[in-house]
C-alpha cells in the first residue's frame, strides 16, 4: 500500500511538469482540477457520504461537482460512511472508608496514587488517568480509568493482586521524595518519614507529583501533607482481598435457607447482572436464574440469547419449592 502510494505520487509529480513543459494555463488548469477533485471528495467525507463506482470511476467527480444524486443505477452509488469506535475500559473508584480528606489532601492523594499506578505497571503518562468525583469542586472519591484504546489491565490487577495497591502506595511515597519508609510503613507513622535532603522540592516538583496531566490541581498539590503521608502509609501495609457476599441477609439469605433445607442447589453468591437488571438468585453453572418481580422482554430475550432459563419467585420462600423452580434446578442437576 505505502509504494503504491509512493508510485502515485510520483506519477502526479511528473504530470504535473509536462504539463509545465507544455504551457504554464495548462500547468495551471491540471493543479486546479488536482486541487478541486481533493476539496470535493473531502466535503462529501464530511457530508457523511462516498460516491464509489467500479464502472464509471472517471465519472465520480463529475457527479459530485454537479450534485447529481438522482443519477443511473448505471452510474455512482451513494453510499453512507459512519465511522463507529467501540472499546472496553477498565475503572476503578477509590473511596476512603473513613470519609473524603480534605480538598488538598485528596487531590495531592489523587495524583500520588496516579503517578504511582503508572510507575509500578510501567505505563506511558496519560495511559491511566485519574479523576475527583463527583466533581473537583467536592472531592469525595477517585476514579481511576484507562484512558487509551485496549487497555493495559492494570486497574484489574490493582484489585485481584493482594500485594499490588500496596506497592503503588510505597512507590508514591518514595516518589515523593521520603525516605525511612520501611520503619515508616510497618508504623505506620508518617512521622518517621524523612525528607530526602537532595530533593530541592517544597510542595511538589515535575519529579514527584506536578505533570502536564494535572496542572489545573498544581496549586493544591503538596506532597507534605500529612493525611495524605498516613493514608498511603495504611495502603502501604494493606493487602487486597475480596468481600465474601453475605448469603444470610435479606431474602437472598431466606432463600438460600429454603433450598438447602429442599435439598435443591443454593445459586452463586453474586447476583446476574443482565441488560441493567439484577438477577439476585443465579446458577451459571445450570445456565438458571430466578427473579422477586417481573422480568421484562428485553431483559428475557438478552437472557435466552445467553442460554439461560429464568423464573419468578416470591420475595419470601414458602414451605415447599415453587414448581417451576424446582422442575428448573432438578432439571439441570
Not at 42 to 71: C, I, M, P, W
Not at 77 to 106: F, H, Y
Not at 114 to 134: H, K, N, S, Y
Request: aromatic letters at 6%.
Amino acid at each position: 500500500m505505502a509504494q503504491g502510494q509512493r508510485n502515485l505520487a510520483t506519477f502526479m509529480k511528473i504530470l504535473l511538469v509536462k504539463r509545465l513543459e507544455s504551457s504554464f494555463h495548462a500547468f495551471q488548469e491540471t493543479l486546479g482540477r488536482f486541487i478541486k477533485s481533493h476539496e470535493l471528495v473531502l466535503q462529501a467525507f464530511d457530508d457523511g457520504f462516498v460516491y464509489t463506482s467500479r464502472k464509471h470511476s472517471n465519472k465520480v467527480l463529475e457527479f459530485l461537482e454537479e450534485g447529481d444524486d438522482d443519477a443511473a443505477a448505471e452510474g455512482p452509488v451513494k453510499q453512507r460512511v459512519v465511522p463507529i469506535v467501540q472499546d472496553t475500559k477498565n475503572a476503578a473508584l477509590l473511596r476512603l472508608s473513613a470519609g473524603p480528606l480534605p480538598e488538598a489532601a485528596m487531590a495531592t492523594l489523587q495524583h500520588a496514587l496516579a503517578r504511582g499506578i503508572g510507575l509500578v505497571f510501567q505505563l506511558e503518562e496519560g495511559e491511566t488517568l485519574t479523576e475527583p468525583v463527583p466533581s473537583r469542586e467536592s472531592r469525595r472519591a477517585i476514579l481511576a480509568y484507562e484512558a487509551t484504546e485496549g487497555g493495559a489491565g492494570v486497574l484489574g490487577r490493582l484489585t485481584t493482586e493482594p500485594q499490588a495497591l500496596a506497592g503503588v502506595a510505597r512507590t508514591a511515597l518514595e516518589l515523593m521524595h521520603c525516605r525511612n519508609l520501611d520503619a515508616a510503613i510497618a508504623a505506620a507513622d508518617p512521622a518517621l518519614l524523612q525528607n530526602d535532603p537532595e530533593a530541592q522540592c517544597v510542595k511538589g516538583c515535575y519529579r514527584c507529583l506536578l505533570s502536564y496531566y494535572n496542572q489545573p490541581d498544581h496549586e493544591l498539590i503538596d506532597r507534605t501533607d500529612e493525611d495524605v503521608r498516613r493514608t498511603l502509609l495504611r495502603l502501604a501495609r494493606s493487602d487486597v482481598a475480596p468481600i465474601a457476599s453475605s448469603r444470610g441477609a435479606g431474602e437472598a439469605g431466606a432463600w438460600h435457607e429454603a433450598l438447602s433445607r429442599w435439598g435443591l442447589p443454593l445459586p452463586d453468591g453474586e447476583p446476574l447482572i443482565v441488560d441493567g437488571a439484577v438477577l439476585p438468585l443465579a446458577w451459571r453453572a445450570h445456565l438458571a436464574a430466578a427473579v422477586y418481580g417481573p422480568v421484562g422482554d428485553n431483559t428475557r430475550c438478552a437472557l435466552e440469547a445467553l442460554g439461560f432459563v429464568v423464573t419468578t419467585v416470591p420475595d419470601e420462600p414458602g414451605d415447599t419449592p415453587p414448581p417451576e423452580l424446582a422442575e428448573m434446578l432438578r432439571g439441570a442437576s
